[in-house]
């Protein structure tokens, strides 16, 4: 039980203990430390505004969530300075600083694969071989030329100061003119000469051996059987580091065979290693010691990364940015909040078609998205059940009977102006609890700032805005509401004056638009760099605020990436790959890296502590424990499943004792 919970009012009076200042005193001198003790006697001194009680200095936490990049893919030749340590591609030898391949190059090598029994999906399929170079990165959607019609990029530096100019300082605006790939879509990606039919089997630096940072790349498949597969998880697998058995060792393979999915069409003809649009692109890695994100490699060097945060769902943005709502996932309803069977042709089939090698059989961004995970009879269910179930802690797979989950991205039930979206491929309105209605019932403050809200809210075709990435843009009891939908979904302009005003909610999701979001093929992660470092400037230059906020910087998934780090199973859904996690605020500095287990789930375990919440339901995930997790593999929950509450990232100390 943490500190607070124990000091809440229920347990004190139950406990028959003293007010919580003599309390504090007491255990502080029974342990010898000194720590922040922010919650006040309920009897004696109620608080004002319920969103300044807090259990630590932190009276306001900013989550802002970029796109699609894992951990190695950004920070995978991250050094830490002093006696911290980092577990990434470096460390394991498996490059060198400069991007070369390390003497371990052969841990991260990818396999191709023949399924065992091709009529069913195989999360670990056998007949592995080792690729003898990667297949060819290929362009996919990734700009071609500049053009103010039709950007990314600008063709000129007016146009994106109109566009943009509100969201990003002058010396990161120069970047949405650049970086145009000057090819054609969808072919081998010729940027990387002669290297391009020649890498080595493993991860390849991009601004090594081709493009730089500031071009524009080909987005890898980030869905949910895809990821699964890729990863190749399987008992048989299992070492004393890695004890879920997952060699992350397919993700070329499954880019080249079924890439972001068939939408129930039959394999085309005369089918190759390019006919997806991928090729390997999800080996592809920026380096930090060739001046690759330099505004992230400095904000990690002065205040605390993690290195074992995940995604908390395998695939893609709809599921992860759900979960930093709701710590669950969102199923198939008939309209009114009962549990329904969704269309054919939306329902996940992986079960490679006769004839194909992994070719799935109906899954895609305009086909299969949902399954019914309690039924290990539905395709793809019974086999992922199958490898939970060989897993010493047994997960439960979380999955209510006869359910259909949303495993991918459709759009939200709602519309911005909150009428219902009636378009095709939407889920339709969703009962389940966020945190927004945990926080409104303890009159906590809260908002979501998603870039374009605005444009998005008048039915603009332009707007920039993310809807699959609003978790509260699904759910009845919120868009049902005009008066909390007015209050609480606003656009960026609305955090700027916020944050200038001293008005910032106690609880920020911030959301950029789908130019500075960071996504490959359609933004550059250096844009998002430039969209975060106005928000942290902006924060830091408010002292008063800057005292008493957190800022988490991290990406909605891993985007398809290949990461070298442990995945914990928790249920059906995931967790997937790890992504990047920095924590910003006066009491994360230092360059620390941490190690505890966390995924999304985490933040909102944070915002739990940190103002006495319980747990959104009784099933969502925020209700596991917190990690204990040993020296001797200081990554692995030996209590799995387990998630931190990442209190572990700060440094809080007693008032006079503060930096």
């Not at 933040?603 to 339901?617: A, C, D, M, Q, V």
């Amino acid at each position: 039980m943490s500190l607070e919970s124990a000091m809440s009012q229920r347990s004190r009076s139950s406990l028959h203990l003293p007010p919580i200042p003599t309390l504090c005193a007491a255990i502080a001198l029974a342990f010898g430390t000194t720590f922040y003790c922010a919650v006040a006697d309920s009897q004696s001194q109620p608080p004002k505004d319920p969103s300044s009680a807090t259990a630590t200095p932190i009276q306001h936490v900013i989550i802002i969530v970029g796109e699609n990049r894992t951990f190695d893919h950004v920070f995978g030749a991250y050094q830490p300075r002093g006696h911290e340590t980092v577990s990434n591609l470096l460390s394991k030898g498996i490059i060198k600083a400069d991007g070369a391949p390390g003497p371990n190059f052969w841990l991260a090598a990818q396999y191709t694969a023949k399924a065992n029994n091709p009529s069913r999906f195989e999360p670990s399929p056998g007949s592995k071989q080792p690729y003898p170079v990667l297949p060819a990165p290929n362009t996919g959607s990734a700009p071609s030329a500049a053009s103010d019609a039709s950007p990314p990029p600008f063709a000129t530096l007016a146009a994106a100061q109109a566009a943009e100019g509100s969201a990003l300082d002058p010396r990161d605006l120069f970047h949405l003119t650049t970086g145009a790939t000057g090819l054609p879509n969808d072919v081998p990606d010729t940027r990387f000469g002669s290297n391009l039919y020649n890498l080595p089997n493993g991860p390849y630096q991009i601004s090594r051996v081709g493009p730089n940072y500031d071009q524009y790349m080909n987005s890898p498949v980030h869905r949910f059987y895809q990821n699964w597969q890729q990863a190749d998880c399987n008992m048989s697998h299992a070492t004393f580091d890695n004890p879920s058995g997952c060699k992350m060792d397919l993700f070329a393979w499954v880019e080249v065979t079924v890439g972001a999915g068939s939408n129930g069409k039959p394999q085309p003809a005369n089918f190759n290693d390019q006919s997806t649009n991928e090729g390997a692109t999800a080996l592809g890695f920026y380096n930090v010691n060739s001046g690759d994100m330099r505004y992230f490699t400095a904000l990690a060097r002065h205040f605390t990364i993690s290195d074992n945060y995940h995604q908390p769902v395998m695939g893609g943005t709809g599921a992860n940015s759900i979960m930093i709502g709701t710590a669950d996932a969102l199923y198939y309803t008939d309209g009114n909040g009962n549990a329904a069977t969704p269309p054919q042709n939306e329902i996940e089939n992986p079960r490679p078609l006769r004839g194909t090698n992994n070719w799935y059989t109906q899954d895609g961004y305009s086909g299969g998205t949902y399954s019914n995970c309690s039924d290990s009879k539905q395709p793809g269910v019974g086999a992922i059940r199958h490898y939970l179930g060989t897993l010493p802690y047994h997960p439960d797979p979380n999955c209510a009977a006869n359910t259909y989950y949303l495993l991918n991205n459709y759009n939200p039930g709602y519309n911005g102006d909150g009428s219902v979206n009636k378009s095709s491929f939407t889920i339709p309105p969703s009962p389940v609890r966020t945190i927004a209605d945990t926080l409104l019932a303890r009159d906590i403050s809260w908002k979501y700032y998603g870039e374009g809200w605005t444009t998005f809210a008048a039915n603009s075709p332009t707007s920039v805005y993310c809807n699959i990435c609003n978790p509260f843009l699904y759910e009845t009891a919120i868009m049902t509401d005009p008066a909390l939908v007015a209050a609480h979904l606003q656009d960026t302009p609305n955090l700027y004056s916020d944050i200038a005003n001293g008005t910032l909610p106690a609880v920020s999701f911030v959301k950029p638009g789908g130019l500075l979001d960071g996504h490959p093929a359609s933004s550059k992660f250096g844009l998002y760099e430039g969209f975060v470092r106005k928000i942290v400037d902006s924060v830091q230059a408010n002292p008063a605020l800057w005292a008493s906020t957190a800022i988490f910087i991290t990406t909605d998934e891993g985007g398809g990436y290949y990461d070298s780090g442990y995945i914990q199973p928790l249920d059906f859904f995931g967790d997937g790959p790890r992504i990047p996690l920095i924590v910003v605020s006066p009491y994360s500095r230092g360059g620390h890296v941490v190690h505890e287990y966390s995924d999304h789930v985490s933040l909102l375990k944070f915002i739990e502590r940190n103002w006495s919440l319980g747990p959104i339901t009784s099933r969502s995930r925020d209700n596991l424990p917190d990690p204990v997790q040993l020296s001797s593999n200081p990554y692995v929950p030996v209590n799995a499943p387990a998630l931190d509450d990442l209190f572990s990232a700060f440094q809080f100390r007693s008032e006079s004792s503060r930096r």
